[in-house]
């Protein structure tokens, strides 16, 4: 009888071992998820779209007038289908409707091989979108994969999905 109950112990160790590394990967597999920039480190995903899957490499340096400024990206395809890219980007994000700040939102950045070494300017690689507040976009430069771009910047400038802005109550009412 020892014995029967003691191979049913054993078994339910075996199951319990099981489910925990089970939860164990399946907590290495969570990091899929998106990260606001105030909150990302390193490695960290901060976006996934337009089939490319955007990671922090070097942190942002926050600046005047609402930028993040330097920050560098590993944009990999999200299927693994080709070799990933480094980006050294910045972001100038504005404020709609106030007085004297641009009316658009505005990334730029270049291709780059190494984040430790400072990269010269080139201006046949260098790429720029301006995101008006009336929905125009304009391009400019060589970034040939932009679909990850528009939520990397409603990342930086925390808009959008990204917005972790709290409404103020109306004074008036």
Not at 107 to 130: C, E, H, M, T
Request: aromatic residues 6%; glycine residues 12%; neutral net charge.
């Amino acid at each position: 009888m020892s014995d029967v109950l003691g191979a049913a112990r054993g078994r339910n160790q075996q199951a319990g071992l099981l489910a925990a590394l089970g939860m164990a990967l399946a907590g290495c597999s969570s990091s899929t998820r998106e990260v606001a920039i105030q909150n990302a480190r390193t490695g960290d995903l901060l976006v996934e779209a337009g089939g490319h899957r955007v990671e922090l490499v070097r942190p942002f340096q926050p600046g005047v007038a609402n930028g993040q400024y330097k920050g560098v990206v590993k944009v990999s395809p999200a299927d693994a289908g080709g070799p990933p890219q480094l980006h050294e980007v910045s972001a100038v994000c504005s404020v709609e409707g106030q007085p004297g700040w641009p009316t658009y939102d505005n990334i730029y950045g270049n291709p780059i091989n190494d984040p430790s070494v400072k990269a010269p300017f080139s201006a046949k690689d260098r790429w720029q979108i301006l995101y008006h507040f009336d929905g125009r976009v304009e391009k400019i430069g060589a970034l040939a994969e932009d679909g990850w771009a528009s939520r990397l910047k409603d990342n930086l400038c925390r808009k959008g999905d990204f917005n972790d802005t709290v409404k103020r109550p109306d004074s008036k009412s």
